[in-house]
């Protein structure tokens, strides 16, 4: 066993190095009797030949399941409060025809943020009404959009949204159904980019009182919007973050709303009806993340908001949640083929030097940015065959021409390691093809879905004739 002086302090040495930890793999994924990584029954080496690498590979059946899994645990939890709850999957984080189909499917409802992802959901035929539509700066083309797709909600981010909203819906003698979000000042515990419930960043309507007028933003907007034609005003909305796992910020947030609510009766009478608390919920992107399942935090919310309208005399509002990564994002691992594969020694914190060896694979920052853009840890697996040899500190990068282009910045993966074998990333199926470029001129990957033992192109990959088909000389 050899420990590297390079390990960050939360990775282990595996005991077995082909092991595949369930928290972070979609729940059919298996390491076969030949040392395979296989989906649903179909081997790394069958997809990696039918389809090329890298690829994206999804479960169908986990990513179903963990579609279900929420709308069945938040449901469960809110029966009784106020007769269940409703869960639209957040379409950034990965969305597609099919994937919008498979949402549906299962009883969940979309949540888009761009005209681009309201033209997918149209395509998967899903109904307006079971759509939300998202967007600190949504063009007049959207909104007009949204109008005409007779969006069930439409989450306004500003006052000036709401005016032209307010105004656009009137000129059409309709009323928008609008959804208020709010920046409750609660601060997750997350990467700085990816928390959005403070004060100090771009969304929503801040809730603390201006101090010239005393009046809040978010107040304004609930007086404006429910004294115009244009507007109905059905609740209001929070989302504090992403990739976050303690409660403590999703209560917290919850009791604000609430207490902003009854701050809404008090001064015009009226209980809205409906309240949503957004997306956020972490998933393990390595050991050292323990997720809690949907039913544990549905049970946490349903408790928190059912206790708060108690207290407060409030009747319990329709409840919503906009989980993306927890539902896409164990669901896919990326498949890469591996290429050179070079040994560096480096100078380590205690005053000497430790070797650390870089395994290339053929994509990189333009298939998975997240590590650069948010210092994001990965894990990776030798997914061709199995190995007995020792696992060594290694580092997956990309071929991207940059030397930040890191795929997994630490994991202990077989010595033997060796060019052309396949490596699989878990836990890739958010914020990964959603987030893909072509930066260097490749090729965005394909996305296959993996079911019963058999393989489809849900996305098909760029061709070098896609790159250039925008060049207009
Ligand atoms: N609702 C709203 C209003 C959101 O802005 C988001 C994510 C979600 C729901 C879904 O959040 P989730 O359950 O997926 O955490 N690119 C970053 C994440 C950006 C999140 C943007 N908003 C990343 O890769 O970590």
């Not at 499917?105 to 539509?133: F, K, M, W, Y």
């Not at 709303?257 to 001064?267: I, P, Q, R």
């Not at 323990?290 to 329709?318: D, N």
């Not at 965005?444 to 996305?459: D, E, F, K």
Request: hydrophobic residues 40%.
């Amino acid at each position: 066993m050899t420990l590297s002086p390079l390990a960050p302090e939360w990775l282990s040495h595996p005991a077995d190095a082909n092991a595949l930890r369930p928290l972070m793999w979609a729940r059919d994924v298996t390491r076969n009797d030949a040392g395979e990584i296989e989906v649903a029954g179909v081997s790394a080496g069958a997809l990696a030949k039918q389809f090329g690498t890298p690829l994206f590979v999804v479960s169908e059946a986990d990513f179903r399941a963990r579609a279900r899994d929420f709308k069945d645990s938040f449901d469960a939890a809110f029966a009784d409060l106020c007769g269940g709850a409703d869960v639209y999957y957040a379409g950034k984080a990965f969305l597609c025809t099919e994937v919008a189909r498979w949402v549906a499917s299962e009883g969940l409802r979309l949540d888009t943020c761009s005209g681009g992802e309201l033209a997918v959901a149209r395509r998967a035929g899903i109904p307006g009404a079971n759509l939300g539509l998202h967007g600190n700066n949504k063009s007049d083309a959207e909104l007009t959009r949204a109008l005409d797709m007779g969006l069930g909600r439409i989450v306004v981010d500003s006052l000036p949204e709401l005016e032209r909203l307010g105004a656009l819906a009137a000129s059409r003698g309709e009323r928008a159904n609008v959804m208020l979000r709010l920046t409750p000042g609660v601060h997750a515990h997350t990467h700085d980019f990816i928390a959005t419930a403070h004060e100090d960043q771009k969304f929503g309507l801040s809730m603390a009182p201006d101090p010239e007028t005393g009046v809040s933003p978010a107040a304004a907007a609930v007086a404006a919007a429910l004294g115009h034609g244009g507007i109905t005003l059905l609740g209001l909305h929070c989302h504090i973050g992403s990739q976050i796992f303690e409660p403590e910020g999703f209560e917290l947030a919850a009791k604000r709303l609430l207490g902003f609510l009854s701050g809404v009766k008090a001064e015009h009478g009226i209980e809205l009806p409906e309240l949503d608390l957004g997306g956020g919920y972490g998933i393990a992107y390595t050991e050292a993340d323990t997720p809690r399942p949907p039913a544990e935090i549905a049970k946490a919310m349903a408790a928190v908001v059912g206790a708060t309208c108690k207290e407060l005399g409030l009747a319990v509002p329709r409840i919503s949640i906009e989980p993306g990564r927890a539902i896409a994002g164990p669901s896919t691992f990326t498949l890469y083929r591996t290429g050179t594969i070079k040994t560096v020694r480096v100078d380590t914190a205690g005053g000497g030097t430790a070797e650390r060896r870089y395994v290339s694979v053929d994509g990189g920052m333009s298939d998975n940015a997240r590590p650069v853009l948010y210092d994001a840890d990965y894990s990776a697996v030798l997914a061709s065959r199995a190995s007995e040899d020792d696992a060594v500190m290694s580092r997956v990068v990309g071929k991207h021409c940059e030397s930040g282009d890191i795929v997994v910045r630490d994991v202990y993966l077989p010595a033997d390691t060796a060019d052309g074998d396949l490596l699989a990333v878990p836990g890739t199926g958010a914020y990964c093809w959603a987030l893909s470029s072509n930066y260097n001129y490749i090729a965005r990957p394909p996305v296959v879905a993996v079911a019963n033992g058999a393989a489809r192109l849900i996305i098909r990959g760029e061709t070098e004739e896609d790159l250039l088909s925008r060049d207009v000389s």
